[in-house]
């Protein structure tokens, strides 16, 4: 009779990752056990033992829920039989076979597993010994942070392997089949043929240029040539020059060893996948979610009023979607937190924190605009905005960014309302629905609208339509590459700045293209052990790719002036102010016109200023720094040349809060 010797519960359960022994009473010569699974299958697990068995179940299955269920351990119990007069080899026969039932409930991983290609080339072959360029720990390294689970390493048996290698270029079309009597045929294709000759070399399948000639028949013979040009030889004769006497004022050549050169070296040291992410949390998952997640072009769209982005699909449903996503983040969040003050949680925590990731970076324009977007109800003369965003919590600075409030919270519940009381911005979408003539569930038939039963192909008609939107507001973003304005948030999109000044025959430079990411996606900067805002402005300056995208936008506004004032002071001056310096900070001067024999050369100085403030000791400047009457606003900014007398730290402006 079989028992249990160790491995299961009071109630004959189990777990896959624990080992579990049995025992059986019964005297036998010879004990044969295996395991049958839920779904029939029989595992053996004898392996060389006697009347006690202990086996490990999760080195044959996997931690899946189909694994759970009730299990059957059975042993077969043989006796040595001797047959005939033969002494020396004595048979077996079974006397009887013992089973005995048991459960598996163990926590399962219904994540499906996403594998990434071992890509490498081979670089020698000894014997039976492949050299590549790439080894699997090498590739491991590069990937750490976006493995989760690592099933595999470099001593497991590789089944699924490729060896690829290049025969023939297809773009080469020099091959030809040669029938004889200067029979030549085209070849632009070959394919292996491994169902006419199953053994290697198999057979080759061409594809002509031109139709193959009805005088060739089946078994013909015929040879694949290649096409070789013959060597060309060609005899040059040169020449030397004879310099000749000519009436030009030659120019010495110019003396630049003792000029330092004003183009700097563009290079960056090698940095690692660590170094490039730099040391803080937030700003890795930051860099990684912006720079190595593919994303649509940002449009600058209004996402304020609905017909600028909805045509075919449904506001109402985009709004509701949005709304499970921020309840999904809701709970993951709760759920990271209850996992913080638990041991070994390392796992589950990165789990729930990748699922917070992908709903964030898988958010579409309208969504983000919801997400990180604060608005607010104006009303003035050049129109009526509604207050379109989800309430937020935030000051809108890198450190404390907008973010939606509960969904849970008064102020969201007010500002969401319902249809039923027509209320509040799910009111607001349901009513823009109605009245919009272009979505695709409108455009149904009527028999077909009518049908409760077709809520789900509705959904469907909506998802087609949000497709269709998306297309048709890159259609209408077209015509606003015309739409030359200064602020980044308006006019044609950021992110095609560069493109559309090279579309004009400009090819521009990204000054900023050397930055570290923290600095030029975030405008954050190392100091000391911690990373703060680079720049010594107010916490909502932009990143240092913003300024440059926005000096450029600048340039490409004022492109039409720049060509048309080619050469002369104003254009000179437009160009400064497109990088935001005074014009006063140079003194340029102008030379043209006729010269005559030993007449000085005429130049012109411009708006030459002398007048400046002079600090001695302790002397400073105090002034006010008060709100606006009509804005209510502070400035925003204060703009001041100097010139230090010493290379010395200096105190330059100073905020003395009073009253606060």
Known sequence: MIQVNSGLSDNNTGKLDTQISFITTTYADRYTWRVTTPDGTELGVNSGQGELVTFLLETQLEAVAANNGNYIISVDLADERKTGGDTTDPGMFIKATETYEFKIDSPTDERIPVYTPFVSTITDIKGTDI???????????????????????????????????????????????????????????VKTDKETFIDSPYSAIFKLYKPLPDDIEEKDNVYIVREILPQITEIVELKPYDQEEEDVLVLRVPDSTQVDSPVSKRSTEFKSYEDLLTTDARLQKEIEDKYLTKKSTNLNIDFSNYENFINFSSAEKRLKNFKYKVELLEAYTAESASLVNI????????????????????????????????SSYVTSSIGEFSNASWPKAGSGSYEFPYAPITSSHAEFTDWYGSISSKTGQLYSASLYDLNNENRLVTLLPTHVKEDIQNNQFFDFMDMIGQQFDEIWSYTKAMADVTDRQNDLSEGFSKDLIFNLAKSLGWTQQDGKDLLDLSRLGFGQKLSGTTYSLYTSGSLSSPPEADVSKEITKRLIASMPYLLKAKGTIGALKGVLNCYGIPSSILRVREYGGLQKANHKAQFEIARKFTRALRFTGTQYIETSWDDDDNSERKPDTVEFRFRAVSGSDQLLVQKIQIGL
């Not at 689970?149 to 699924?160: M, R």
């Open 131 to 189: 050299s590549l360029s790439t080894s699997w720990n090498e590739l491991k390294t590069k990937l750490s942070s976006q493995i989760e689970v690592d099933n595999l390493s470099a001593t497991n048996q590789f089944k699924n392997v490729n060896i690829t290698y290049n025969i023939n270029d297809k773009r080469d079309l020099n091959t030809f089949l040669h029938f004889g009597d200067d029979k030549v045929l085209l070849t632009t294709n």
């Open 343 to 374: 041991s070994n949680s390392q796992r589950d925590l990165t789990i729930v924190d990748n699922k917070i990731r992908n709903v964030k970076t898988n958010l579409d324009g309208y969504e983000n605009y919801l997400y990180s977007t604060k």
